[in-house]
């Protein structure tokens, strides 16, 4: 990625925790596989994906396609969907792999798409709507 294309310091700091938060999810899941005695769980496997996909990803390309900059709220918002969403999968792991279960596992999922959904409305909110409002 260019740096040309990276308009402010927000998103480059983003970048750089998604990235940071990638790569301490796979090695989280790594040293657990490790200590599992050969038992796995694709929860656990993939984890790493979810910061690298919504995380790195979603704000590169939104740099790259010069997306506008979330209002704070919204920021914040989507940022705790994308953890929630971390969480659930670690959780669902480590619960699986244990060979247990929990009723409170379909929290996550629902708080992470809340969350998500709610940012997103406080996004497009935020957009101006051409010169004519200005």
């Known amino acids: 990625m260019f740096t040309?294309?990276?308009?402010?310091?927000?998103?480059?700091?983003?970048?750089?925790v998604y990235a940071a938060f990638t790569l301490f999810s796979l090695a989280v899941s790594e040293i657990y596989a490790r200590f599992s005695h050969g038992v796995s769980s694709v929860?656990?496997?993939?984890?790493?994906?979810?910061?690298?996909?919504?995380?790195?990803?979603?704000?590169?390309?939104?740099?790259?396609?010069?997306?506008?900059?979330m209002p704070r709220a919204a920021f914040n918002l989507y940022n705790s969907a994308v953890?929630?969403?971390?969480?659930?999968?670690?959780?669902?792991?480590?619960?699986?792999?244990a060979g247990t279960s929990s009723p409170l596992l379909i929290v996550f999922p629902l708080t992470a798409g809340i969350f998500a959904a709610a940012a997103l409305v406080l996004w497009i909110l935020a957009v101006p709507r051409g010169k004519a409002q200005a």
């Open 4 to 16: 040309s294309v990276i308009r402010s310091k927000r998103t480059t700091r983003t970048l750089i």
């Open 43 to 69: 929860f656990m496997t993939w984890l790493f994906c979810i910061p690298l996909i919504f995380g790195v990803a979603a704000f590169a390309l939104g740099a790259l396609l010069h997306f506008p900059p």
């Open 83 to 97: 953890a929630a969403a971390a969480t659930a999968s670690l959780l669902r792991g480590v619960l699986e792999i």
